[in-house]
């Protein structure tokens, strides 16, 4: 499991299942488990704060990388 925080202000966002040792370039949404904070304008999802830390594509979140750190462990597939 891996949990987001915002780059700039370190809020936590979210905890997300991810599978693969890839990079974290979407979120789909069935996969967070856990929402602390987040808030959206349009399709952008932000932090509290005000950080850009992805676009909301419907199904999933298109994830800004300069926007978030994720700490945590992927899922071997
Ligand atoms: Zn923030």
Known sequence: M?????AACRQKL?????YGQGELLRCHKDRITKVFS???DGDKVCCRCGQVVGIDKGLFIKMVHKGFTAKGTKINT
Request: glycine letters at 0%.
């Open 2 to 6: 891996l949990t987001l925080k915002c």
């Open 14 to 18: 979210w905890k997300y299942r991810k």
């Open 38 to 40: 987040y808030e959206t």
